[in-house]
């Protein structure tokens, strides 16, 4: 079955960039009609969509975090990247990789920010 894993720092800086990977088992990030998404959720806060990259590649970003925010994919290795730029402590949540689609998701990666 498909399986999704996020790595990554746990700790960052104020004002540096985050970048977080998904590595994906069981099933090709190419194939099929998904949506390959990130999303994360605040301390003491719900979910909240960051974005998506497509199956042929294309992205869609939440409007709120669309300045910062980048995602791309290695085909041969089989994953895909997030990432945020000009992190504040904001930022800090638990982020998670998801192909929501089939309610498929990592287990999470807590990323703090702070100095």
């Known amino acids: 079955q498909v399986q999704l894993q996020e790595s990554g720092p746990g700790l960052v800086e104020p004002s540096q960039t985050l970048s977080l990977t998904c590595t994906v088992s069981?099933?090709?990030?190419?194939?099929?009609?998904?949506?390959w998404s990130w999303i994360r959720q605040p301390p003491g806060n719900g979910l909240e969509w960051i974005g998506r990259?497509?199956?042929?590649?294309?992205?869609y970003y939440s409007p709120s975090l669309k300045s910062r925010t980048s995602i791309s994919r290695d085909t041969a290795k089989n994953r895909f990247t997030l990432q945020l730029i000009s992190m504040t402590p904001e930022d800090t949540a638990v982020y998670y990789c998801?192909?929501?689609?089939?309610?498929?998701w990592g287990q999470g990666t807590q990323v703090t920010v702070s100095s």
């Open positions: 069981g099933g090709s990030i190419t194939t099929g009609n998904y949506a």
């Open positions: 990259i497509t199956s042929s590649g294309v992205t």
């Open positions: 998801a192909r929501v689609s089939d309610f498929i």
